[in-house]
């Protein structure tokens, strides 16, 4: 059974601090990991997805890593507005079906 | 990126009635489209897969008599909760696929039963 484990479950850092969120998953056959963002009462936005260890991405203040046991999302110099929940989730197999893990809670304090 | 639109955003109803929820793609067609239940400050859980043209395909444990799903066209799918009660009451998030793994979300339906 595929599991996607996050950490930490919450995270609460001051405007400018550096830090990195931790995504690690166990599957069979990894076909992509994706990262999203989702605000309180809102649906997922989409930020990255993975295909392959040593893969990174990188959007403005983000960026994503990803190894054979985990990912990272890298956040530089986070802003009050990076405030929201972090949601990894992972593909694998022949299917289109995603796993989600629980999410890290950003919240980022000017 | 591509929108994904799901209507209505909330609704509220008695114990024993049925909603249905709407699901579309805007600027693409969606050949399969994805629906989730999400439980407060809880991740994200998967009920079915929808294709196009075809059945979905329901989770285990989910029940699909009670969760209709139906997929006419390449740009919408339905939800339908019949009969619904207070446990049936929770977020409701639909995704589409756009090839060839990408998942884009809707913005979600606040279901409240009373």
């Known amino acids: 059974e595929d599991q996607v484990t996050q950490s930490p479950e919450a995270l609460r850092l001051q405007e400018g601090e550096s830090s990195s969120l931790n995504c690690s998953y166990t599957?069979?056959?990894?076909?992509?990991l994706f990262w999203y963002r989702q605000d309180p009462g809102k649906g997922p936005e989409f930020l990255f997805t993975?295909?392959?260890a040593g893969e990174e991405k990188e959007k403005e203040r983000l960026k994503a890593t990803l190894t054979k046991k985990e990912s990272f999302l890298h956040i530089t110099a986070p802003k009050p507005e990076d405030s929201a929940t972090y949601l990894c989730?992972?593909?694998?197999?022949?299917?289109?079906?995603?796993?989600f893990g629980e999410g890290t809670q950003l919240t980022v304090n000017p | 990126g591509a929108v994904v639109s799901q209507h209505p955003s909330r609704v509220i109803c008695k114990s024993g009635t049925s909603v249905k929820i709407e699901c579309r793609s805007l600027?693409?067609?969606?050949?399969?489209m994805f629906w989730y239940r999400q439980f407060p400050k809880k991740s994200l859980m998967l009920m079915a897969t929808?294709?196009?043209?075809?059945?979905?395909?329901?989770e285990q444990g989910v029940e699909k008599d009670k969760f209709l799903i139906n997929h006419a066209s390449l740009t919408l799918s339905t939800l339908t909760v019949t009969s619904a009660h207070p446990e049936d009451s929770s977020f409701y998030i639909c995704?589409?696929?756009?090839?060839?793994?990408?998942?884009?979300f809707g913005p979600g339906t606040r279901l409240t039963v009373l």
């Open positions: 600027d693409f067609q969606a050949t399969t």
């Open positions: 599957v069979s056959g990894l076909r992509g």
């Open positions: 993975l295909y392959s």
């Open positions: 929808s294709n196009e043209g075809s059945k979905a395909t329901y």
């Open positions: 995704s589409a696929r756009v090839p060839p793994d990408t998942q884009y």
């Open positions: 989730a992972v593909q694998a197999g022949s299917g289109s079906r995603l796993t």
